[in-house]
Nanobody, 121 residues
């Protein structure tokens, strides 16, 4: 399975962006999907995750109430809607697919290439 993330860019604080992650070379429907991010000088960490059916979601405390993860299995695509963006959200965002919904950075089955999100103050 190959994952391709898109939708990053430059936005002012308070603005919104929607990231997309399209899977190819196989179905992503059986995998939990997640978005990780890595800011300069910091470790990569999980931002949001969604189980295979979309019935369970997880959010890091720092993004609760602002970010929404969703998926369309028919399109093999997962989304991350990011609202009320803050400068501290600036990072490279990576999508990931794993059989385990309780995913961590280690042992991820598939990674996508990152997409840069920059939030200016």
């Amino acid at each position: 399975v190959q994952l391709q993330a898109s939708g990053g860019g430059l936005v002012q604080a308070g603005g919104s962006l929607r990231l997309s992650c399209a899977a190819s070379g196989g179905t992503s429907a059986k995998y939990a999907m997640g978005w990780f991010r890595q800011a300069p000088g910091k470790e990569r960490g999980l931002v949001a995750a969604i189980n295979w059916s979309g019935g369970r979601t997880y959010y890091a405390d720092s993004v609760k109430g602002r970010f929404t993860i969703s998926r369309e299995n028919a399109k093999n695509t997962v989304y991350l809607q990011m609202n009320s963006l803050k400068p501290e959200d600036t990072a490279v965002y990576y999508c990931a697919a794993d059989e385990d919904y309780a995913m961590t950075e280690y042992g991820i089955d598939y990674w996508g290439k990152g997409t840069q999100v920059t939030v200016s103050s």
